[in-house]
């Protein structure tokens, strides 16, 4: 075989040698990963689709209690975007250095709300000072996320305490690890009353909302969002998304208020 031949050869062989292991890590490159508050799945996941089928960038998203994500980032989970459902966890994340400050926003709104399986004889109640929600549950439980930590769970506590409830109705709580646990006790009839958000009451057929809170019985409820301190490049784009008429449509079919104006 003439030496021309096998060099252009070589440089045939060559070339696919280096381009074939490329290919994964370009996908890879292509992959951001998205911590956020469990009550967003159901919207985020649709919006995650619709980012994807913009930019061709997957999105990994993992759900869990805002208070549970933040510390996962703490101790070394590989996150590239931060959605918390309050501002003390965002600010956690701020104050110990594991987002980037400059990116912060407060993107969406919620309600607070007092449910019961679909089924159930309890109407709807009016939640105002002097609520008794201890009565109103007799012998079953109420059940909410930690009071102590998750972010429902507080803003649940906030509002009864403010509504002058709380002391005889804490007794009677049962504690989940997040929201959506909560609401599928509630779902299954497992228990008679829940406390989680509109949105989240809104996805599931097998409750009912019998009252709201007042937004004014607890901290407004606001999710804020951050990228974290190693965010790939790409994961700017999706903050970006985020922002974007088109992610404030679906937010908003599902019950949030979308708190920017949107960029596009």
Do not use: C
Request: aromatic letters at 8%; a neutral charge.
């Amino acid at each position: 075989m003439p030496d021309r031949t096998l060099k252009f050869l070589a440089a045939v062989a060559l070339g696919i040698g280096l381009a074939t292991p490329l290919t994964p890590a370009l996908a890879q490159d292509k992959t951001i990963t998205v911590f956020a508050a469990a009550s967003m799945k159901n919207a985020l996941d649709d919006v995650d689709a619709a980012f994807t089928k913009s930019t061709s960038i997957k999105v990994v998203a993992s759900y869990a209690a805002s208070s549970a994500l933040i510390k996962q980032i703490e101790n070394g989970a590989p996150a590239d975007v931060f959605i918390s459902a309050d501002l003390d966890w965002m600010d956690y994340g701020a104050q110990h250095k594991l987002i980037k400050d400059d990116t912060r926003i407060n993107l969406l709104g919620n309600r607070l709300v007092l449910i019961a399986p679909k089924d159930s004889k309890i109407g709807n109640v009016t939640i105002a000072p002097g609520f008794d929600l201890a009565k109103l549950v007799g012998d079953g439980r109420i059940v909410t996320a930690d009071v102590r930590a998750v972010p429902v769970g507080k803003y649940a506590k906030a509002a009864l305490e403010q509504l002058g409830a709380w002391a005889a109705a804490e007794p009677k709580f049962a504690m989940t690890e997040n929201v959506r646990a909560a609401l599928t006790l509630v779902a299954r009839g497992e228990a008679p009353l829940g406390i989680v958000y509109e949105t989240d009451a809104k996805v599931e057929p097998n409750v009912k909302i019998v009252g709201t809170f007042p937004a004014d019985s607890h901290p407004p409820i606001v999710y804020p969002v951050a990228l974290t301190v190693n965010a790939k490049p790409e994961a700017a784009r999706y903050l970006t998304f985020l922002r974007s008429g088109a992610a404030k449509a679906v937010f908003e079919a599902y019950g949030f208020t979308f708190l920017l104006r949107p960029t596009s």
